[in-house]
């Protein structure tokens, strides 16, 4: 008995499936990285945003100060909603980091009744060869048994 061509395809659509999952959760993982960047960006935008502010009280600029103002308002805005969806798409690597999980733990299913299978297959090859053998010397005993003289010992007894 093989295994079965259907526990070979359950594997392969397994491990296809993993597959899947892998690549959404480097996909959600990519998103979620570039979202940080966009955050270390504004913040880094507010920052000088403060810095003309700083600056402009130095020079006494009212318009770099207005622009200044309005620049750290913007980027904490901006970051208020990054932050927000940084939260969304965390969640949503952990998601597909337990469904990749999930998967994983089906396919190594799959390939454990796969291993079993084989291994059952080997085993019962490995008892008929045993088998046969042990036929084998089983039916040269006998052969030996009925006929106790050697072949040479015939030989001359018909001479004589």
């Known amino acids: 008995m093989a295994v079965s061509p ?5 594997l392969r659509i397994r491990e296809i499936e993993e597959e ?3 690549l959404a ?6 998103e979620l990285g570039r979202m940080e960047q966009a955050l270390a960006a504004t913040a880094r935008r507010e920052s000088r945003g403060r810095r003309l502010v700083s600056l402009s009280a130095h020079t006494n600029e009212p318009a770099d100060r207005m622009g200044g103002l309005e620049q750290a308002r913007a980027a ?26 999930d ?6 299913q799959a390939e454990t009744l796969i291993d079993e299978a084989a291994a059952r297959e080997s085993m019962i090859a ?5 088998q046969v053998i042990d036929d084998w010397f089983a039916t040269r005993r ?18 004589t």
């Open 25 to 30: 959760l480097e996909a959600a993982l990519d």
């Open 76 to 101: 904490s805005d901006h970051a208020a909603h990054l932050a927000e969806r940084i939260e969304a798409a965390a969640e949503q690597v952990a998601w597909r980091r337990d469904d990749l999980l």
């Open 142 to 159: 006998f052969r030996q048994k009925r006929s106790p003289e050697a072949p040479g010992e015939s030989a001359e007894t018909e001479e």
């Open 126 to 130: 490995s008892r008929r060869g045993q």
């Open 103 to 108: 998967k994983r733990v089906e396919r190594r």
């Open 20 to 22: 899947q999952r892998r």
């Open 6 to 10: 259907a526990l070979r395809r359950l």
